[in-house]
């Protein structure tokens, strides 16, 4: 009766008793249990690797879709550079009508440079009409 008293008392104190085996890791053998990856989260990380290696590869790209984002968001500075772009065929398909049409959404917010562009782009007749203001 000692005995099962000394074991309960081992229980308590964390120790276990004498006649169970506790597994301890070998030095250097296997991961935790804790530390093995699911398949989404070495999907997420083998994606962000690509999207890193993407950036400075074909940074231009990369700039022009984020403007892209940006300037249908409604952030008249995006707006502006996708203007120069399509303006230029810097990065994209030279586009005249598509670079007036987003100097004139730069425009209508007050974007400055995005006005003298679509009126020099009206008295190059890049444009169809101009609206008045």
């Known amino acids: ?12 104190e964390g120790r276990g008793s004498a006649d169970t085996c506790q597994a ?12 093995a990856w699911s ?7 083998i994606t962000a690797g690509l999207l890193l290696l993407y950036i400075p590869l ?13 300037a249908r968001l409604g952030y008249p ?5 996708l ?4 303006l230029q065929g810097a990065g994209v398909e ?3 009508d598509m670079a007036m049409h987003w100097f004139r959404q730069a425009a209508g917010q007050g974007h400055p440079h995005s006005s003298f562009n679509l009126a020099l782009g009206a ?11």
């Open 94 to 96: 030279k586009n005249e």
């Open 24 to 35: 301890k890791p070998s030095p250097g053998g296997g991961n935790p249990p804790g530390l």
């Open 1 to 12: 009766m000692g005995d099962t008293k000394l074991a309960a008392r081992r229980r308590r």
């Open 123 to 133: 008295l190059r007749n890049m444009t169809v009409a101009l609206e008045e203001g």
């Open 83 to 86: 203007g120069q772009r399509y």
């Open 39 to 45: 398949r989404w989260e070495l999907a997420a990380v």
């Open 77 to 81: 500075s995006a707006q502006h550079i």
């Open 58 to 70: 074909c940074y231009e790209d990369f700039h022009f879709h984020v403007a892209h984002v940006y």
